[in-house]
């Protein structure tokens, strides 16, 4: 058996402050980093972080928090399935099915039916049927 690493409470703060910081480089790596630690104590930071940040850290937030598995999440994530960039959108749904919670089903279907109809009206669109 893989024993999973460990991760300390101070680098959890350090990177924590690197998701809130001007450095974005850092801001960037930092829900990546998170996510690895699989640690539920940081889902309110990454949940915070798909509410008026850059596309990049919300996306980074989500998949983090499909990393993660909390539950809590789940709530949070389902109203970015309507987001206006498909990439927040598609990282949304794999978070969700990772998280697996049933609370998500109606908004992972209706995510599927619009990309469907989005996919269907764009072949339409560009001659593909």
Not at 10 to 15: G, L, N, S
Not at 46 to 67: M, W
Request: hydrophobic share 40%; glycine share 6%; net charge neutral.
């Amino acid at each position: 058996m893989i024993a999973m690493p460990t991760y300390s409470d101070k680098y959890i703060e350090k990177w924590i402050g690197y998701l809130n910081s001007i450095d974005r480089d850092m801001n960037r790596l930092a829900p990546e980093k998170l996510g690895r630690t699989k640690n539920p104590v940081v889902v309110p930071e990454l949940i915070k972080s798909l509410q008026n940040r850059p596309d990049d850290i919300r996306i980074g937030a989500a998949r983090a928090l499909g990393e993660i598995g909390d539950p809590a999440a789940v709530r949070h994530l389902i109203p970015l399935l309507k987001d206006e960039n498909p990439l927040v959108a598609s990282t949304a749904a794999d978070s969700l099915g990772a998280i697996g919670d049933p609370a998500a089903t109606k908004g992972l279907v209706e995510f599927l039916r619009d990309f469907k109809s989005a996919h269907n009206r764009h072949r339409q669109t560009h001659g593909f049927d």
